[in-house]
């Protein structure tokens, strides 16, 4: 171990020379990939991690103005490639995390082979011509119920993210997700997630992508799937008939099995 994977708490799973780097979403830790692992662990190596600030990661490190950007979030994936030698890799981001993974595939295109994202969106505000899902004026809201009342955020949108009940596991899983993390960067991740427009970043990026939609994403409308998938040159669009924004922890076998299909014919 190094000080960036201690740093990031990186761990290792499965086996097999090519690399698999995933990378969680805002609220999120690493082991919500944990469903998913298991389909790749007997043909890939694994690298999970906590950008700082999430999870397990050294929250000394957190630096705020260095992660006032999701520039700053891709920063933390070089870094672990880097720390790590490790060159072409298979990256999954799950949400925000496929937009920090176009930065970062912008910054250093050698490092990657293939992109995956799973419920990805340049930009999470409605303008004319453009369906993001959210009014600014939401946004403010939310961030402002974060500020107020976070544990009662958590609870009001870990089963709106998911689209399950309240009471049921994942639910109550992805709170608890969210409520572990600190309050005040975790507000800051989402000013960050919400307000940041790749938009303009995105035909720049000239990668294999596989672009992973939600039939039925309570975040993000399907019509961004599309948008994705005009403006990413070498993409691949994939709607899958589920519902909720983790399909990778409600659906992790049919998340599998796409992905899989996806890198077998490449």
Same mark, same amino acid.
């Given at each position: 171990?190094?000080?960036?994977t201690?740093r990031n ?7 097999g ?8 979403g ?13 389909? *790749? ?21 957190y @630096?705020? =103005? ?7 979030y891709?920063?933390?994936v ?5 720390s ?12 925000? =995390? ?10 250093k295109p ?6 995956i994202?799973i ?16 009014? &600014? @004026?939401?946004?403010? !809201? ?7 009342n976070f ?10 993210a998911i ?11 992805? !709170? ?12 800051q991740?989402?000013?960050?997630? *919400?307000?940041?427009?790749? &938009?303009?970043?995105?035909?720049? $990026?000239?990668?294999p ?13 399907v !019509? ?10 070498? =993409?691949?669009?994939?709607? $899958? @008939?589920t &519902? ?23």
């Open positions: 171990m190094n000080l960036i201690l708490h990186v761990t290792i799973h499965g086996q020379s090519q690399v698999i780097v995933m990378a969680h805002f609220g999120c830790d690493q082991t919500l990939w944990w469903p998913l692992v298991k389909h *790749f662990e007997t043909q890939y190596k694994i690298i999970l991690f906590d950008y700082v600030g999430a999870g397990q990661s050294d929250l000394t490190a @630096n705020s =103005s260095k992660y006032d950007c999701l520039q700053g891709a920063q933390d070089l870094e672990v490639i880097e790590m030698q490790l060159q072409k890799v298979i990256f999954i981001g799950h949400s925000v =995390s496929s937009m920090i993974g176009l930065h970062a595939a912008l910054i050698e490092f990657f082979e293939k992109i994202m419920g990805p969106s340049p930009y999470y505000i409605n303008e004319v011509n453009y369906h993001g899902g959210f009014e &600014r @004026n939401e946004i403010e !809201e939310l961030l402002t119920t974060m500020e107020m544990a009662g955020w958590a609870s009001y949108m870990a089963p709106v689209d399950e009940p309240s009471d049921s596991d994942l639910s109550k899983g992805l !709170e608890q997700c969210f409520v572990s993390t600190n309050s005040k960067i975790a507000r991740f989402a000013e960050v997630t *919400f307000f940041s427009d790749t &938009r303009p970043y995105l035909s720049e $990026l000239q990668i992508t596989l672009i992973m939609q939600c039939a039925n994403d309570s975040i993000v409308p !019509e961004v799937g599309h948008y994705l998938h005009e403006k990413i040159s070498e =993409s691949e669009l994939v709607v $899958l @008939n &519902r909720g924004h983790y399909p990778h922890v409600s659906e992790p076998k049919l998340t599998a099995d796409i992905i899989q299909q996806y890198l077998q014919k490449i």
